[in-house]
């Protein structure tokens, strides 16, 4: 019985990571990192959310595209202009 629980975890593992490779290599400009980061905003506005806190790996996706900073500068980007107060660009 272990080994079937643990070939079904080993399973559901995989998949989890099958699932991150498949966004991951969706990750490949400063657009791409830029909406991700404002559909997630607007996701959570709609929501009702007034505070989250997110962290992904900038620096692992930097080295993986030859742009150490890009990612971290899409996502500062939005966090800047929503910090500014504008609201509408997110619609």
């Known amino acids: 019985m272990a080994c079937a629980s643990a ?3 080993d399973y559901r593992f ?3 990571f099958r699932r991150h490779d498949v966004v991951r290599n969706c990750l490949l400009t ?3 990192f830029r909406r991700v980061a ?3 905003c607007a996701d959570e506005a709609a929501q009702g ?3 989250a ?3 992904f790996t900038a ?3 930097g080295e993986r595209l030859g742009d150490m900073a890009m990612p971290l500068r899409a996502v500062a980007e939005v966090r ?3 910090e500014s107060g504008i609201g509408a660009w997110l619609a």
């Open 7 to 9: 070939r079904h975890a």
């Open 14 to 16: 995989r998949i989890v």
């Open 30 to 32: 400063f657009a791409d």
């Open 38 to 40: 404002v559909e997630y």
């Open 49 to 51: 959310t007034s505070y």
């Open 53 to 55: 806190e997110v962290s």
């Open 59 to 61: 620096a692992a996706h």
């Open 80 to 82: 800047a202009q929503l």
